[in-house]
């Protein structure tokens, strides 16, 4: 098994969990990281709650640089750009200055294990164009996983890892649908195609401030995997004070991390992707006809609220961290 991870690059995405921040810098110091990216999203303009954690992160970093003798690279916003323009503007940083790499925001905490875990993938990134990226999470039980690692049509990014060719196909996927259009795909049916098409346009829209609903999308349109692992290695603890979506308990929150062994094979699962769509996507018929109502809502509320689109905040925000 590839334990050495040295030359591992980690980029940690942040916002208001100075604990956090703190706790993975500590994790990837042990685990033996050599290259840790840091960017701090900015507090938002009217909170001086926010304005305080920003400080506290600061201090917290200023506290573990003379301890870590690896290479630390941080960016402070000095707005707030929201979570979705974050992570995105935060991989384009992150991939011009590394070629594979681990991304983590601040509410997913991992073990050493996941860094094995997407170094022993590494390889399989390179090698398969049809792979996307490597997910440390895994919410399947262990009767349908059968201790394998799984190639799925769903991108769960609670932790992930890519290279930076991957990136700008993500990218380009991203930002070549500057008018979205639902678009056809083998791997998509009518009823997963009203829900996946749906996310997309709200989110493109600027209706929701997420980008992995927009990734899974545009992996069923062009026919792209992820990886996933055979146990669960990120524990996810969104749900506190700084949550932006997981404002509610869930089984996948606070989910225990378990190990990754070299022997688990790697196979696709039709088995794992269609319980992942009925248990954590909820995908049903009900979309088929909720998705045209939502639509019309929105019609009618884009004209009454300012809605600023996920690409223009993208390249607002990667303006400010170059």
């Not at 980029?11 to 960017?39: H, T």
């Not at 073990?111 to 875990?117: E, M, P, R, S, V």
């Not at 248990?279 to 045209?292: A, C, D, E, Q």
């Not at 509320?301 to 223009?312: A, D, E, I, S, T």
Request: net charge neutral.
């Amino acid at each position: 098994m590839k334990n050495d991870l040295d030359g591992m690059s980690v980029l940690i995405v942040g916002y208001r969990r100075a604990e956090n921040i703190l706790k993975l810098l500590r994790i990837c110091q042990i685990s033996g990281i050599a290259n840790i990216y840091l960017s701090i999203d900015g507090p938002k303009s009217n909170s001086a709650s926010g304005q305080a954690d920003y400080n506290k992160i600061k201090e917290y970093v200023a506290l573990f640089e003379p301890d870590y003798s690896g290479n630390l690279k941080i960016h402070l916003r000095n707005r707030n750009v929201g979570c979705a323009a974050s992570v995105m503007s935060s991989c384009d940083w992150f991939f011009e200055q590394t070629d594979y790499g681990v991304i983590l925001e601040d509410d997913c905490i991992p073990t050493k294990d996941f860094f094995i875990f997407a170094k022993n993938m590494e390889q399989k990134i390179y090698r398969d164009s049809k792979i996307w990226l490597v997910c440390g999470t895994q919410f399947a039980p262990d009767f349908v996983i059968n201790n394998s690692v799984i190639i799925s049509q769903y991108a769960l990014t609670w932790g992930w890892a890519t290279n930076k060719s991957k990136w700008v196909e993500i990218k380009r996927s991203f930002t070549e649908n500057n008018q979205f259009k639902v678009e056809g795909s083998s791997r998509l049916g009518t009823v997963d195609k009203a829900y996946w098409a749906a996310g997309a346009r709200r989110a493109y829209a600027g209706f929701t401030d997420v980008w992995d609903t927009v990734l899974v999308y545009r992996m069923q349109v062009e026919n792209k995997y992820a990886i996933l692992p055979p146990e669960n290695l990120i524990t996810n603890v969104g749900n506190d004070f700084a949550a932006t979506h997981t404002h509610i308990d869930s089984d996948f929150l606070n989910k225990a991390a378990g190990t990754f062994s070299e022997s688990a094979d790697i196979n696709y699962s039709a088995t794992v992707d269609k319980w992942l769509k009925n248990n954590l996507y909820g995908i049903s018929m009900r979309h088929v006809f909720s998705t045209k109502i939502r639509l019309f809502l929105d019609t009618i509320n884009y004209q009454k609220r300012n809605k600023v689109g996920l690409l223009q905040r993208w390249n607002n925000a990667a303006i400010e961290i170059t």
